[in-house]
């Protein structure tokens, strides 16, 4: 059975490279075997590689300029080059794979992901994206169609999205964009290691000039494309393996400390305690019902109450408390302070701002009647980010080229075989967007689940990605040939 479907996934991906062709009136010339290897086994081996490159025995960690995090970019780099791209790493870390084509001149087209990782992570998230890129131009360069491709093409991973080590996210891709915030040098990791300090521990200049250096000139990008793994299960329930997406969601964290009166567990009387755990949990409680049911916390209109609950429903407003503590920590004593952090994500900035403002409010409320002290922070922000039409358009049509060649899911006006989709994720392509058009395609990955090393991608979704980015590319080798 498993040689079988070797070779029915064979036949498929030669009739595939084949009506690609055809459809851009090239000839047949191609060596299906290597693109075989290239575009569908290659990319498997290399994501089971990466995701061994870790900082911790036993689990997957590589957060910014870490000893794995340096390791794997030196592992990307080699991978760059056996595409045909000229490597170099910049001041922040992020590693560039680069090759001119036919028109050096031209505005370039971006393609990559992050190179990071959470804590305790699965191996798909941002690597996916980068090894698929690789792949694509790997398949252009083996089919000689690289080198006349009529605008550069750059691979890029960025060194930081997740922000896990400094607390703040996109790193790499702000410094891109010339939207880092320069105060962040100074910011430091839990073992009070700056951020400028860790720079210059890695070889790099580490101040504000040569983060500076690395800015782009929005007018040498096309645009900026990231295949990414969905982290949801939009794409597994309606059974069909690549999205694109519209939108990427609104993002503000906040950072809440209730502060209450320290005392023993066992000798100060319920009735005279000022706890700030009860205040806290009452104020976590809030915000799932006000997150679950916004409308019963406006003042409006019925229409305003509806459209919050279509929001709701299509999952376009979401909060999460993901980080809880407490002082001193211990079963013997009430506590003197809780802290927590709050997330908020919508598709709509109008709506989360109204959440922000009435989750402020609600805790503030909390806080007062049960005599307690809190103090918010805001600790981050992003606006909510379109993806451009014309991207979006055009991976549409490489994705729904590939999959209706490959897939036996069915399609209709009703129901497209490549669905659009929002991000609730935030991804580098926010910051890039200030530089550059972005367009994404999701991958399905199993029960939605990412962050976990549970993630997983179906091998057959790996390669649907990689043909469906090659497609895209082969789409602008003719067209941009034509302009």
Request: proline share 4%; net charge negative.
């Amino acid at each position: 059975m498993a040689c079988l479907r070797g070779f029915l996934g064979l036949f498929l991906l030669a009739f595939v490279l084949l009506a690609l062709s055809l459809e851009q009136g090239c000839g047949s010339n191609v060596d299906i075997d290597t693109i075989n290897n290239v575009l569908r086994f290659e990319p498997l081996l290399r994501l089971k590689e990466l995701g061994n490159v870790s900082d911790v025995e036993g689990r997957l960690q590589r957060t910014f300029l870490s000893p794995a995090a340096i390791q794997a970019g030196q592992l990307i780099e080699e991978w760059m080059r056996d595409a045909g791209l000229t490597t170099w790493v910049d001041h922040i870390g992020n590693v560039h794979g680069r090759v001119q084509g036919g028109n050096g001149s031209a505005p370039a087209i971006l393609l990559g992901s992050h190179l990071d990782t959470v804590i305790d992570a699965g191996m798909y998230d941002g690597a996916l994206g980068i090894i698929s890129a690789i792949a694509a131009v790997k398949a252009l360069r083996v089919s000689n169609k690289l080198n006349n491709f009529p605008r550069p093409i750059e691979v890029i991973a960025f060194s930081d999205e997740e922000g896990v080590r400094f607390q703040s996210t996109f790193l790499g891709s702000m410094a891109l964009s010339g939207s880092f915030p320069m105060h962040l040098l100074q910011a430091t990791d839990q073992s009070g290691i700056t951020l400028q300090a860790a720079l210059q521990g890695c070889s790099f200049d580490g101040t504000e000039d040569s983060l500076t250096q690395i800015k782009y000139n929005s007018d040498s990008i096309w645009g900026y494309v990231e295949v990414h793994i969905e982290q949801g299960p939009v794409l597994e329930r309606q059974g069909i393996p690549l999205g694109v997406v519209v939108a990427i969601a609104g993002q503000t964290r906040l950072s809440v400390k209730v502060q209450g009166s320290q005392g023993h567990a066992g000798t100060v009387p319920m009735a005279m305690r000022r706890d700030p755990m009860p205040a806290a949990a009452e104020a976590i409680v809030a915000i799932e019902n006000l997150c679950n049911h916004p409308e019963k916390y406006l003042e409006g209109s019925w229409e305003m109450a509806d459209f919050f609950n279509h929001l709701i429903s299509e999952g376009a407003l979401v909060c999460t408390v993901g980080e809880i503590g407490s002082w001193p920590g211990t079963s013997n004593v009430i506590p003197g302070q809780v802290m927590f952090t709050i997330d908020v994500r919508a598709e709509d900035d109008y709506v989360r701002k109204g959440a922000v403002f009435n989750i402020e409010r609600k805790i503030q409320e909390i806080c007062g009647a049960r005599g307690v002290s809190c103090n918010i922070e805001h600790k981050h922000e992003a606006s909510s980010t379109k993806c451009s039409p014309e991207l979006e358009k055009r991976l549409q049509a490489a994705a729904t080229s590939v999959l209706s060649k490959i897939s036996t899911v069915s399609s209709s006006p009703a129901r497209p075989l490549v669905p659009r989709l929002i991000s609730g994720a935030g991804h580098d392509a926010m910051a890039i967007s200030q530089l550059a058009p972005i367009g994404m395609l999701f991958v399905r990955c199993t029960g939605g689940i990412s962050h976990s090393p549970a993630e997983h991608v179906l091998e057959e979704d790996i390669w649907a990605a990689s043909l469906a980015i090659t497609a895209f590319l082969e789409d602008e080798l003719w067209t941009g040939r034509a302009n």
